[in-house]
């Protein structure tokens, strides 16, 4: 088969084939190329990845159709300039403050780290570490920043909106249908939440949305709603299917496991490697807003681009021996590699890079701590399952013997 092809087979999630291979054709043989079940370019090398997040002129977000996030309603994803800047420090005053991180967050994380994480078993009974921890603990961090624990109760909406969403390249009706009906249940749930915050706002992230203005104007409650579709979604979700990729590189490799054993300064280095090799979140789609060019391909304006952040992270020409596993690979320069200045393509990049990559990494961060705190082995408890997803993936389960 050709790169393409492969990569075709690829779409569904479960082919079995192994993506960093047919990545590194794509790179190597075709890497801007046109895919027809997706309609639209894939662009494949680190440089080419890092110009469409960063040059703006040329490459937009995309507002609307198969792949995009549109099923969240307008967020800052949509937005540009002025607007995405300021009401992206809506969310940045609380998820990007230093101060917060280091103090009320981290307070939070750490104790909701350590309720669900002495629910695991010590072995040698087995644990299901996806359903006990590494699910839990950001959705019940994100309703904690929210106020709005009850909606924690509800995981499978987010589930499915986010399936909905990036994830549904080929434009899926079932999916699309099952994600819309999600998504109204969610809102349909905010709507006395968000009353609630504007009549009597407190100190959460929620009563932001609720009491913020922007050109002397409130949030509208759909621009509100959507905000919190994607926060309770996209900050769960990814952060989840990270943990469980983290889990299952430390057991392929118990050198890497034994090494952060002996030097815990070492843990921001190994989050930041972890989400280099990889990415719960493997592709990113944008439009062109101008005819252009990437690596001598004629791209239209109006056309759809999905931009590899798996093939960019694995791109020699930018990371030595890039398909190993070395969690002392960032020991230098870890906290660049959630910022756009870093080279890890995981949270994309320019004015878009996610804003909740330093919320992303505290939850990480607490929660490997714990692991290496409570434990001194972790093993699978049958044979390891195979990842799933295109664009969202890990593993689906995570059912492990974790002793001391």
Known sequence: MTPLEELV???????????????????NEAPVVFCEPMDGWVVTRWADVTRVFEDAEHFAPMAAGSGSSAIYGRTILHMTGVEHRRKAAILGRRMRNPRR?????????????????????????????KGL?????????????????????????????????????TGD??????????????FAWLDPEIDANRADPDDNLLSDLCTVEYEGEALTNDEIKSFCAFLLSAG???????????????IAHPDQWERLKDDRSLVPSAIAEILRLRPPVQASIR???????????????GDKVMVLLG??????????DPGTFDVARFADNAPAQFT??????????????????????????????????????????????????FVLRSAPTLDLILST
């Not at 939070?108 to 309720?115: F, T």
């Not at 009706?173 to 969610?186: M, P």
């Not at 093939?311 to 030595?320: K, W």
């Open 311 to 320: 093939s960019a992270n694995h791109d020699a020409e930018v990371f030595t």
């Open 9 to 27: 087979t690829l779409l569904p999630g479960d082919s079995g084939l192994d993506h960093y291979a047919t990545f590194e054709r794509l790179r």
């Open 133 to 169: 921890f590494t699910s839990l603990v950001p959705l019940d961090v994100m309703g904690e920043l929210m106020a709005m624990r009850g909606a924690t109760a509800f995981p499978t909406w987010y589930h499915r909106i986010v399936s909905a969403s990036i994830s549904n390249v």
């Open 340 to 389: 756009p200045a870093g080279t890890n393509r995981g949270f994309g990049g320019g004015a878009h890079n996610c804003t909740g990559s330093l919320l992303a990494k505290l939850e990480m961060e607490v929660a490997l701590e714990y692991l290496l705190d409570r434990f001194d082995h972790m093993s699978h408890a049958d044979n390891p399952p195979a990842d799933e997803g």
């Open 287 to 301: 439009q062109a807003a101008l005819d252009t060019e990437l690596s001598g391909v004629a791209i239209a304006a």
């Open 101 to 129: 991180l280091k103090g009320d967050i981290r307070s939070i994380v750490a104790r909701l780290v350590g309720e669900h994480g002495d629910r695991l078993p010590d072995g040698p009974a087995v644990g299901d570490v």
């Open 236 to 250: 769960i979700e990814t952060t989840d299917r990270a943990l469980v990729n983290l889990c299952r590189e430390l």
């Open 173 to 186: 009706v079932g999916i699309h249908d099952s994600g819309v009906a999600a998504r109204e249940d969610l």
